[in-house]
Structures are given as structure tokens and as C-alpha cells.
């Protein structure tokens, strides 16, 4: 069974300070993507890394995927209130199909 | 272009009860998943349909059960129902399945078992 544990659990922070969520595992995927959910409403993709060692940026958010393919960093810099929300990362495995294991999640909150 | 719709949003059953979920995917998406999210667990995958067939299935109980029509809609049905099934039920759909191919999801359906 592919686990993903995912840290902080919980990230309170004041507007314009920068933040890193973890994202590890000791099974390698094939892919990993993070997602964001606001109250009410389903995950919505962010971004999907494929390939060991990529970086992808999305304005002010930086994703990591590990060399080994085992382990995912979000960075968001200068945080804003929009920015809070449930951060969600989910790796497939290679004859997985859709079925993605999902990490527990970090709740962020940006205080204006 | 339509997002993924989930029916009901809301749902209140008694235990022991039966219930059924409905999901209608983006159009020309074949690809169905369905998740139960729950404070403690997080998301759990329940199963895939891909084109009316399922593809691969979660572990949960067979009182789990799903299908999906000609037109991709898929249903889950939750067949005598316990308090530890409340969760927000989560339906996804992509174009191919697979996890390189970005999963859309509805807003989910809450059911509270009382």
C-alpha cells in the first residue's frame, strides 16, 4: 500500500511570509499532483510533476518533485489571504489508473 | 464547458438505509473516480470506471458499489448504511484516467448517516 504523509499538518501565517509543504513517501510514483480546496467545494488541480528532480512554478507557487520520485515540496512565497486553503498532494503509481493516493492534507491560513 | 456535477449535495439517511449518488463528468470524459473524504482519513479512492467498465476499486466494504452508463454519468450506491459512512463523496473525471491525466472534481455530495 502507497502511503503519502504530508507536513505541516496545520500552517497559520501572517500575509507575505513564505511557506514550504512537505510531501513524502517511501514508494516512488510515477506522478505526483497537488491539488487546493476551499470549504465546500472539490480539489482543484494545481499542478502535475512527472519527472524526478522537476520544477514547476505557477506565479508566486514553486513544486518540487524528488530525484528518487518519492517526495513533493510546495513553496509559495509572500503568501496572501487567497492563498488559504486545504493543500492536497496525490501521487499514481504506474498501473494505478486513476486511483491517486492522497496525502492528509495542510490547511493553511493566511491572516491579512 | 460544464464542470463535473454531482447530485444530491446534501443527503441525511438513518442507518441501515440505502442511498445513490449521481455524477455527470465533462463532457467527452470517460473516466470516472469516486472518493470519500473524511476528516480523519482524508481521501480515500473508491473506485474507476472507464467506459461503463470498472477499472479498478478501492478497499471498502462490497456495500460500496457503482456503475457508469453509455453517456460516462456514473452512480455509487451505499447499500445499509452506518454512522462511519458519513463523508463528503467526491466524483472525478478525466479524459483517459490514469494519473498523469489531471482528475476534475465535482463539489462533492454530503451525506450525514444519523
Known amino acids: 500500500t502507497q502511503l503519502l504523509e504530508q507536513s505541516p499538518q496545520f500552517l497559520s501565517i501572517q500575509e507575505g511570509e513564505n511557506l514550504t509543504v512537505y510531501c513524502n513517501s517511501s514508494s516512488v510514483f510515477s506522478s505526483l499532483q497537488w491539488y487546493r480546496q476551499e470549504p465546500g467545494e472539490g480539489p482543484v488541480l494545481l499542478v502535475t510533476v512527472v519527472t524526478g528532480g522537476e520544477v514547476k512554478k505557477l506565479k508566486r507557487l514553486t513544486f518540487q518533485f524528488g530525484d528518487a520520485r518519492k517526495d513533493s515540496s510546495l513553496h509559495i512565497t509572500a503568501a496572501q489571504p487567497g492563498d488559504t486553503g486545504l493543500y492536497l498532494c496525490?501521487?499514481?503509481?504506474?498501473?494505478?489508473?486513476?486511483?491517486?493516493?492522497f496525502g492528509e492534507g495542510t490547511q493553511l491560513t493566511v491572516n491579512p | 464547458k460544464a464542470g463535473v456535477t454531482q447530485t444530491p449535495r446534501y443527503l441525511i439517511k438513518t442507518r441501515g438505509q440505502q442511498v445513490t449518488l449521481s455524477c455527470s463528468p465533462i463532457s467527452g470524459h470517460r473516466s470516472v473516480s469516486w472518493y470519500q473524504q473524511t476528516p480523519g482519513q482524508g481521501l480515500q479512492f473508491l473506485f474507476e470506471?472507464?467506459?461503463?467498465?470498472?477499472?479498478n476499486k478501492g478497499n471498502f466494504p462490497g456495500r460500496f458499489s457503482g456503475r457508469q452508463f453509455s453517456n460516462s454519468r456514473s452512480e455509487m450506491n451505499v447499500s445499509t448504511l452506518e454512522l462511519g459512512d458519513s463523508a463528503l463523496y467526491l466524483c472525478?473525471?478525466?479524459?483517459?484516467?490514469?494519473?498523469?491525466?489531471?482528475?476534475?472534481f465535482g463539489n462533492g455530495t454530503r451525506l450525514t448517516v444519523t
Open positions: 472525478a473525471s478525466s479524459l483517459a484516467g490514469g494519473g498523469r491525466s489531471p482528475l476534475h
Open positions: 496525490a501521487g499514481a503509481g504506474e498501473t494505478s489508473g486513476s486511483r491517486l493516493t
Open positions: 470506471y472507464f467506459s461503463e467498465t470498472q477499472r
